[in-house]
């Protein structure tokens, strides 16, 4: 199956910057995924990256908030700009891979971001 | 929001017993899949069953559907202190590639 590779791993940002996550696919994906796990809950999806279109987010998050790149099949990055005390959560990124007569998923490791 | 819920949410049992998980959802799905988290890393995709298959054996995993009751169990058996993680049930719906997560099942398995 596919591996990807996120970077960073960890970081701690004052309030009021940006930071830009990284993930690399091994192989080409059509499509990619960026989710949020606040602490101690389980996943929300940001928004589904596909290459050469916008993103397409999901209720609650906006493209000026997390600006998504997503410029071949096998890199995209999410910005968490203007960043508050609220964003801090895990950023996991995924892509579906065909695995066992569906399309099972891989993940990065993830970004685990705290904002002071 | 989330997709279903999962229950218990924590389950803490001895090295060799085993752990059941359970899941429900709300929509109509293509497939359902179980994932493990270590410690707030990534997840690590374990099993999917599809919508018209009603059991699946992977190793010491175990997974049912109910498609009726929109339910899904996890069965791990002869559990190791290594399967000490967190379970997310996932379902794609139907006309979406994009996974809708359960709120996990905290197992821990004492040595």
């Known amino acids: 199956s596919a591996v990807i590779s996120q970077k960073p791993s960890r970081d701690i940002c004052q309030r009021g910057t940006s930071l830009t996550i990284q993930c690399q696919v091994d192989?080409?994906?059509?499509?990619m995924f960026w989710y949020r796990q606040q602490p101690g809950q389980s996943l929300t999806l940001i928004a589904t990256a596909n290459q050469g279109s916008e993103a397409t987010y999901e209720s609650g998050f906006v493209i000026d908030k997390f600006p998504i790149s997503r410029p071949n099949l096998t890199f995209s990055t999410l910005t968490v700009s203007n960043m508050s005390p609220e964003d801090s959560s895990i950023y996991l990124c995924?892509?579906?891979?065909?695995?066992?007569?569906?399309?099972?998923?891989?993940f990065g490791s993830g970004t685990r971001l705290t904002v002071v | 929001s989330q997709q279903g819920e999962e229950d218990p949410q924590a389950l803490s049992i001895q090295e060799g017993e085993n752990a059941t998980m359970n899941c429900s959802y709300k929509?109509?799905?293509?497939?359902l899949q179980w994932y493990r988290q270590n410690s707030g890393r990534g997840l690590v995709h374990l099993i999917l069953i599809r919508s018209n298959e009603r059991e699946k054996h992977s190793g010491r995993l175990r997974v049912t559907l109910d498609t009726s009751k929109k339910s899904s169990s996890l069965l791990i058996t002869a559990s190791r202190a290594a399967d000490t993680a967190s379970y997310f049930c996932?379902?794609?719906?139907?006309?979406?590639?994009?996974?809708?997560f359960g709120s996990g099942t905290r197992l821990q398995v004492q040595p």
């Open positions: 996932a379902t794609d719906r139907e006309g979406r590639r994009a996974l809708t």
């Open positions: 995924s892509a579906d891979t065909p695995q066992g007569g569906g399309y099972g998923y891989t």
């Open positions: 192989s080409q994906v059509t499509m």
């Open positions: 929509t109509s799905i293509n497939n």
